[in-house]
């Protein structure tokens, strides 16, 4: 949850006009959230504001509108350092809080006029290291997923093979998984919406291993203790423990519980790694056309679609060796 109360009015505002006119979801608005709070506590010491030494605990409510006015595109670069050198954080993190900084310059100054000049106008983007991504290979998919469904000890054992089974198979984010309900799913047309990113809803179908892992779920979720009051629970696919619609904490651990179980370093793969897994065994053995794969992904860009379209090693190497030349 966010305070408010302990923003400036200005950054208040900025959130509601995300909300109401950008669209922007609850996870984005936290994101816009925190990265203006680091921001603003960064310019209160950089304007010899504040005394007080614990970053976390600099109160931003008194940053005033004049000050504000006075920021300039020099101290957005000294606080860009201030994240690379004393924070250490690498370009994508850097260039999500310099994308949040455009979007609320840009407010401010074309929407609700309380500046003259944007000073994030010229701001650039840092460029971003480009890495492999990881993933399970097709042997470690299938033992994990073998891991999920055994029964012996754990009375979630449907459940959890459930979601590592659309995670592995559909590419979804954790987000989208967590917020499906189960009118969400269309079991006739053998497919389901979820909610991505920006409140975008998109459409993924669902294969014969998928609606028999939420079938065979269904037929065990809980249908009693259920607080009917509380929609959110109500008409969520996936519950916890207590009945209410699982947390992306609770599928964090179930996962990283059987990356455990199956031998697999959990500093290395995670819930989000699954969705590489999953793009990456799609574009491998099904051929999938990239703009399928962008579609499915709900990427707006086919740039960051293109990251999953690496080939394996041997591939490369059975590509050369293909060649009609390879005897000559």
């Known amino acids: 949850m966010i305070d408010r109360d302990k923003n400036p ?39 010899n504001l ?39 954080s690498k370009a994508a993190t850097r260039a999500r809080k310099i ?32 890495r492999m991504p990881k993933y399970l290979s097709l042997d470690e998919s299938k033992k994990l997923l073998n891991i999920a469904s055994d029964e012996s000890n ?41 909610i991505g990113k920006g409140n975008k809803e998109r459409t993924i179908y669902l294969n014969k291993a998928c609606i028999k892992a939420i079938k065979e779920y269904i037929d065990v979720r809980p249908k009693d203790g259920i607080r009917l009051d509380n929609k959110n629970s109500k008409n969520a696919l996936f519950l916890s423990e207590r009945k209410e619609r699982i947390s992306n904490r609770t599928v964090q651990q179930i996962i990283s519980n059987e990356l455990k179980k199956a031998g697999l370093d959990t500093k290395k793969y ?17 051929e999938v056309d990239i703009r399928a794969l962008q579609e499915l992904l709900g990427h707006e860009s086919i740039s960051t679609t293109e990251i999953y379209t690496h080939v394996a090693n041997e ?14």
């Not at 609320?104 to 840092?126: C, G, M, R, V, W």
């Open 154 to 194: 754990n009375r979630n054992a449907k459940r959890d093979f459930a979601i590592t089974t659309l995670f592995l198979n559909c590419g979804m984010r954790l987000s989208e998984l967590v917020g499906i309900n189960i009118n969400d799913i269309d079991f006739s047309e053998e497919k389901m919406t979820v």
């Open 99 to 130: 994308s949040t900084l455009r979007i609320f310059f840009n407010y401010l100054s074309a929407k609700a006029h309380i500046i003259d000049a944007n000073p994030a106008q010229n701001l650039e983007t840092p460029k971003k290291e480009k």
């Open 270 to 286: 995670s819930v989000h790694k699954l969705r590489h897994t999953a793009a990456t065994l799609m574009y491998q053995y099904g």
């Open 315 to 328: 591939q490369v190497r059975n590509a050369v060796e293909a060649n009609p030349l390879s005897d000559f």
């Open 9 to 47: 009015d200005f950054i208040n505002s900025f959130l509601d006009y995300s909300i109401t006119i950008l669209n922007k979801s609850p996870n984005s608005i936290k994101e816009y959230n925190y990265d203006l709070m680091m921001f603003f506590r960064y310019m209160k010491i950089h304007f």
């Open 50 to 88: 504040t005394k007080e030494n614990e970053f976390n605990k600099i109160d931003i409510k008194d940053f005033s509108v004049n000050y504000l006015r006075k920021i300039s595109l020099e101290d957005i670069h000294a606080f860009i350092s201030y994240l690379a050198v004393n924070n250490k």
